[in-house]
């Protein structure tokens, strides 16, 4: 098991905060991700609308329930961009590297996160409540990336 320490505490606590910024419909979608180096904030992001477009919460609905899709599969179908990804692209916005940085976020990154923070260089991942995506985990193992489940230690 993990072993979890007071840094990896504060910035998970940060990643529940950015979360509720989330402009998703879904009340259980609230996602965010913060990017560490060093023990300083890089970047934030949560799952939310492109930039200059109607969030899901503005449409008065989400598109993925309208459609029934399972959670996990056909994230095309859907007008957020996730957490993870807003992070990285923000960090790409900055001229910031994360190369060998810490992404803590809200849940365990999809496949196509997955292949993005390998690429960005991201050396961990730390994730509080799991995601249905068994994809994402291998991809993780291959890359040599670690990805731990957080859990607050009593």
């Known amino acids: 098991m993990a072993q979890f320490n007071k840094w990896d505490h504060r910035f998970m606590e940060m990643v529940d905060l950015v ?3 989330s402009s998703c419909y879904q ?8 990017i560490v180096r060093d023990k300083r904030v890089l970047t934030t992001g949560y799952n939310g609308a492109p930039a200059n477009m109607k969030s899901c919460a503005e449409k008065g609905e989400c598109l993925r329930r309208k459609l029934n899709i399972p959670s996990g599969t056909r994230h095309e179908l859907c007008y957020a961009i996730h957490a993870e990804q807003n992070a990285i692209i923000q960090a790409a916005k ?12 809200s849940h365990q990154p999809c496949a196509i996160c997955a292949k993005m923070i390998i690429n ?3 050396a961990r991942v730390v994730y509080k409540h799991p995601y249905p995506d068994d994809f994402s985990v291998a991809l993780f193992e291959e890359a040599g990336l670690k990805i ?5 230690e009593a």
Not at 27 to 34: D, E, F, L
Not at 94 to 105: E, Q, V
Not at 148 to 152: A, L
Request: aromatic fraction near 10%; glycine fraction near 16%.
């Open 19 to 21: 979360g509720s910024w």
């Open 27 to 34: 009340p259980n979608r609230k996602i965010g991700a913060v």
């Open 94 to 105: 900055l001229g910031l590297s994360i190369d060998g940085a810490t992404l803590y976020c």
């Open 120 to 122: 960005a260089g991201i």
């Open 148 to 152: 731990e489940q957080y859990c607050e």
